[in-house]
């Protein structure tokens, strides 16, 4: 079920299918639009960054779950209302799908002085 398919009406268009991974690499984009964000791993430099997004997929859309780790100088709030209008912005115009819901899940505080601009950098 996690498969969309756009068969068009004109014969001249192709078929459009997304991936399952589609929607995970959108949220992950999406994150770094948010500044003083990091996406929840279980270890530094783990490869189950994956995990922390868990994608529902239903007959009217699709609902989102993201844990992600914030810096101590941000109210929780706000940014988990950025997080969730920058998810369904960038999934719903770079997909077909419609979102029902973005569920953001703060599993961590970071605490380490930081550049303004987070991410989800590989060089830390």
Known sequence: MARFKKIPQNRHEGK???GEGIVDGIVILSLKEVDF???FAPAPRSKLRSSAIKVTYEKDGVN???AVKLHY???VSDVAFKIQEAIRHNVESMSEYHVLSVNVIVKGVIFSDMPKKVGNNENK
């Open 16 to 18: 459009i299918i997304y």
């Open 37 to 39: 964000v990091e996406l």
């Open 73 to 75: 100088s941000q109210c």
């Open 64 to 66: 989102i779950d993201v």
